[in-house]
């Protein structure tokens, strides 16, 4: 297939991209690098390695889907088979301080993805949602659980679940997959594509790792008192690579087969942050100071997955466990440490960064 991955360059698009590759899938990548860098896309060519000359595709397009012009020239001139829609803003608590930007990045620029989509007939969108579009449970959380957001961010990916269900029963030929998955972590295994977040990291392994590599002086726990073993949140925390599968195991089971199509991505284990800064500090070999502070708005006490539907449908499971996921993220923190700036290779879709005659720009990779 050809598939036009937005949000490419970042976290979990980027270790998708190379499953795709692997998969013997052409990708098209678009961002606008706001929390990524263009140099990702060397590395993933880097760890592609295409064999022959009839091998699956990378190319890039610096861009944002909320760009009507570019994407009503990308998606009118070029043929893709599915969309995997990654692009968005994703921390709940920043989501509180600025919700008009979560739903203007998550839900609009969906509704116009999907709708040039629709106009140019392309058959197939994959959505990464999130479990945060779930209600607060004391057990495993399966796809038929409550859905109950508890923060601007949540909301905005409950929306756009909801306005998908629309437009594809509106266009019963479409096909939207929704992939709920809960706590993507750890990197690649080759400690080449990693979580690099632009400031502040709002997830708690790239936090664990800065502060692990002297980078911030201690971790901050938000509270202390749920209704939890140790009194620390406790989240379903899954491979990025395991992640990376999912996706692929969906689109290819679902790509031509219109309906919509919902599955948790998860490894149905929970882990407190307390847990989570044990394994690290086997990782990191060394003790990890933090301190105890205050809730945040809209994080929940616990939230562990129910895959079970993804692992007899898809074949979907998740192999890697807590302890790999802070080995690979520790030797990708030391290796972001080192790492020169890369420049990217020059695409295969055109020969120097300019427009072509599609009129969309497209940049080196």
Same mark, same amino acid.
């Given at each position: 297939?050809?598939?036009?991955?937005?949000?490419?360059?970042?976290?979990?698009?980027?270790?998708?991209?190379?499953?795709?590759?692997?998969?013997?899938?052409?990708?098209?990548?678009?961002?606008?690098?706001?929390?990524?860098?263009?140099?990702?896309?060397?590395?993933?060519?880097?760890?592609?390695?295409?064999?022959?000359?009839?091998?699956?595709?990378?190319?890039?397009?610096?861009?944002?889907?909320?760009?009507?012009?570019?994407?009503?020239?990308?998606?009118?001139?070029?043929?893709?088979?599915?969309?995997?829609?990654?692009?968005?803003?994703?921390?709940?608590?920043?989501?509180?301080?600025?919700?008009?930007?979560?739903?203007?990045?998550?839900?609009?620029?969906?509704?116009?993805?999907?709708?040039?989509?629709?106009?140019?007939?392309?058959?197939?969108?994959?959505?990464?949602?999130?479990?945060?579009?779930?209600?607060?449970?004391?057990?495993?959380?399966?796809?038929?659980?409550?859905?109950?957001?508890?923060?601007?961010?949540?909301?905005?990916?409950?929306?756009?679940?909801?306005?998908?269900?629309?437009?594809?029963?509106?266009?019963?030929?479409?096909?939207?997959?929704?992939?709920?998955?809960?706590?993507?972590?750890?990197?690649?295994?080759?400690?080449?594509?990693?979580?690099?977040?632009?400031?502040?990291?709002?997830?708690?392994?790239?936090?664990?790792?800065?502060?692990?590599?002297?980078?911030?002086?201690?971790?901050?726990?938000?509270?202390?008192?749920?209704?939890?073993?140790?009194?620390?949140?406790? *989240?379903?925390?899954?491979?990025?690579?395991?992640?990376?599968?999912?996706?692929?195991?969906?689109?290819?089971?679902?790509?031509?087969?219109?309906?919509?199509?919902?599955?948790?991505?998860?490894?149905?284990?929970?882990?407190?942050?307390?847990?989570?800064?044990?394994?690290?500090?086997?990782?990191?070999? *060394?003790?990890?100071?933090?301190?105890?502070?205050?809730?945040?708005?809209?994080?929940?006490?616990?939230?562990?997955?129910?895959?079970?539907?993804?692992?007899?449908?898809?074949?979907?499971?998740?192999?890697?466990?807590?302890?790999?996921?802070?080995?690979?993220?520790?030797?990708?923190?030391?290796?972001?440490?080192?790492?020169?700036?890369?420049?990217?290779?020059?695409?295969?879709?055109?020969?120097?960064?300019?427009?072509?005659?599609?009129?969309?720009?497209?940049?080196?990779?």
């Amino acid at each position: 297939m050809k598939i036009l991955l937005t949000g490419g360059t970042g976290y979990i698009g980027s270790h998708c991209a190379l499953a795709l590759l692997q998969a013997g899938h052409s990708v098209t990548l678009l961002d606008n690098l706001s929390n990524s860098d263009a140099a990702v896309v060397s590395r993933i060519r880097q760890l592609y390695q295409p064999q022959s000359a009839e091998a699956a595709e990378l190319s890039f397009i610096q861009g944002d889907i909320r760009d009507e012009v570019l994407l009503e020239r990308l998606l009118s001139t070029q043929r893709y088979d599915a969309v995997m829609h990654f692009a968005g803003l994703k921390a709940v608590g920043e989501s509180w301080l600025q919700p008009a930007d979560y739903y203007q990045h998550n839900f609009n620029g969906t509704l116009l993805l999907a709708s040039l989509m629709q106009k140019h007939q392309l058959p197939c969108l994959l959505f990464s949602s999130s479990a945060t579009v779930y209600a607060a449970s004391a057990t495993a959380l399966d796809e038929q659980s409550p859905c109950a957001p508890a923060s601007p961010y949540g909301r905005s990916k409950y929306f756009v679940e909801a306005m998908l269900k629309d437009l594809q029963q509106a266009n019963p030929a479409f096909s939207v997959i929704l992939l709920r998955y809960f706590n993507p972590a750890g990197a690649h295994h080759s400690a080449l594509l990693g979580e690099a977040p632009c400031g502040t990291p709002n997830n708690l392994l790239p936090f664990v790792a800065e502060v692990a590599s002297g980078q911030r002086d201690e971790i901050q726990v938000f509270g202390d008192d749920y209704p939890t073993a140790d009194g620390t949140g406790v *989240r379903d925390y899954i491979h990025v690579e395991d992640v990376a599968q999912g996706h692929v195991l969906a689109l290819q089971q679902h790509q031509a087969e219109p309906g919509v199509h919902l599955y948790n991505l998860g490894r149905g284990q929970g882990y407190s942050v307390l847990q989570v800064i044990q394994a690290f500090e086997q990782s990191c070999g *060394r003790v990890l100071p933090y301190r105890i502070t205050t809730r945040r708005p809209g994080d929940l006490p616990s939230t562990v997955a129910c895959a079970d539907k993804a692992q007899q449908l898809l074949g979907f499971t998740a192999r890697r466990d807590l302890q790999q996921m802070t080995d690979d993220a520790w030797r990708w923190q030391q290796q972001l440490q080192q790492r020169p700036v890369v420049q990217p290779q020059l695409s295969p879709i055109t020969d120097k960064a300019t427009t072509g005659q599609d009129g969309v720009k497209h940049e080196p990779c």
